[in-house]
């Protein structure tokens, strides 16, 4: 059984360009792991875009992000497509 993907995402009133928050549950036939907290950010003019969690830190003074969770291409591309596919969805939906 390929793994499914379900994302649960959320619209949330923040500052631009951050947008949406999703959690993303990854079922297989092995059992589910969920990813939270993995993000949508919009710009004007621009498409939305996906990002998995990650975790700013602060190097030689310059803010960095490390990822939190690190997934194979195929799945990391699948799993940011359904965040999108979702968040438009919501958005124009409205």
Not at 1 to 27: E, G
Not at 64 to 89: C, F, G, H, M
């Amino acid at each position: 059984m390929p793994t499914r993907i379900v994302v649960s995402l959320v619209i949330i009133p923040t500052k631009p360009p951050l947008r949406a928050l999703a959690d993303v549950a990854l079922q297989s036939s092995e059992g589910e792991i969920t990813i939270r907290r993995c993000a949508v950010f919009e710009k004007e003019g621009q498409p939305p875009w996906a990002s998995l969690p990650r975790l700013q830190v602060d190097k030689n003074g310059k803010k960095q992000y490390v990822p939190l969770i690190e997934l194979s291409r195929d799945l990391k591309t699948r799993v940011v497509d359904a965040v999108l596919a979702e968040y438009k969805a919501k958005t124009y939906a409205r």
